[in-house]
């Protein structure tokens, strides 16, 4: 399967941060979910990808090409989505347009319209009084109208409301239905990515965790429930994190099969969440 975005073995060192080895495949035609706790790395990994910081050791290629060494023009096939504004504040959207549209050579100004339009966005307005959901329709309409072939999204339904949110996930669908289109979406709200993502990679602490179709995750990651008599040396090394209270456990399994064999009847077994597994392999094990 062709990729739209490689990373082999990416490496960036911070004073007390890392990032670590970090081999990621984003598969073409697809909508590919970033996800980690806040300070995990999805931001330092999304800058190397678009080389806006240099990495101490390995490699990037976006559609197939080192970006190092191709960023114009590979970046002309880009569309970008950050949580931050990056604009200019005091000049009005039909300004900033102006200011962006000569950067790209297929720039749209028809299609441009129509988004501004769709979104309500108004063109005369400086960008400072647009509320942040409309900077962010903004945002996504720059980066729709010049016929990208891959979205790159940073944290960008964060602090939005959830009919907003919504939208913004129908956008997407709307945008993948040419095959030859790709979107990676950084999020910490895994409910967004349960909706839409057909992969998800995992990070954290600066290491990927995994990276795997969402249909494979289901299948192995799931909540079990129970008395903690249950809980031994040997059946709890089947589990990611575990929380224990008086009353019982509830953990994480990435074994799902083999730990539905081994608890039986004796104990609840319930599909994991996106949140559930992030939360389990940041909290590890616990007693309350």
Known sequence: MEHAVQLDRVSKRYPGFALQDISLSVKKGFITGFIGPNGSGKSTTIRCIMNLVRKDAGSVHI????????????????????????????????????????????????????????FEVPKRKKIKELSKGMKMKFSLAVALSHHADLIIMDEPTSGLDPVFRREILNILRDFLQDEEKTVFFSTHITTDLEQIADYIAFIYKGRMVFQTDKESLAESYGLIKGPKELLDGDTKKYFVGLRVTDNGFEGLTGDLATASRLFGGEALVEKATLEDIMYYTARGNDRV
Do not use: C, S
């Open 63 to 118: 559609f197939g090409r080192d970006i190092a060494r191709h960023e114009r023009e590979i970046k002309q096939r880009i569309g970008f989505v950050y949580d931050e504004n990056y604009f200019y504040e005091d000049l009005t959207v039909a300004e900033m347009k102006k200011l962006i549209a000569p950067f790209y050579e297929r720039w749209d100004d028809g299609q441009f319209r129509t988004y501004l339009e769709q």
